[in-house]
Nanobody, 123 residues
Framework: QVQLVESGGGLVQAGGSLRLSCAKS????????RGWFRQAPGKEREFVAG????????YYADSVKGRFTISRDNAQNTVYLQMNSLTPEDTAVYYC????????????????WGQGTQVTVSS
């Protein structure tokens, strides 16, 4: 079965950077988008970024555009989220997801999820 494992979360000061990784194991899911979502306490899970199978197309939530960059290494079955200029509003549990078609921001359309990694940005 497909498993997604996130890493790289932690505590960082406002203005700092973090790089999240999401390693996939199990059967190959070809042609599917992989994405990142986040969920802050008391809030809905929200889309952050997505990347297509080949890695040449990406899309972002407006709130992170210009600060976050998603990338993937298919040889390593890993997707990354480089997060720069972090603010306290970015504090959340970040989840890696896979299995949706390119362009979707609806978490219900992603069939595979990691366990999440906590990102905390202090002011």
């Amino acid at each position: 079965q497909v498993q997604l494992v996130e890493s790289g979360g932690g505590l960082v000061q406002a203005g700092g950077s973090l790089r999240l990784s999401c390693a996939k194991s199990g059967p190959t899911i070809t042609m599917y988008t992989r994405g990142w979502f986040r969920q802050a306490p008391g809030k809905e899970r929200e889309f952050v970024a997505g990347i297509n199978w080949s890695g040449d197309l990406t899309y972002y939530a407006d709130s992170v555009k210009g600060r976050f960059t998603i990338s993937r290494d298919n040889a390593q079955n890993t997707v990354y989220l480089q997060m720069n200029s972090l603010t306290p509003e970015d504090t959340a549990v970040y989840y890696c997801a896979s299995g949706a078609l390119y362009g979707t921001q609806n978490h219900n359309e992603f069939g595979y999820w990691g366990q999440g990694t906590q990102v905390t940005v202090s002011s």
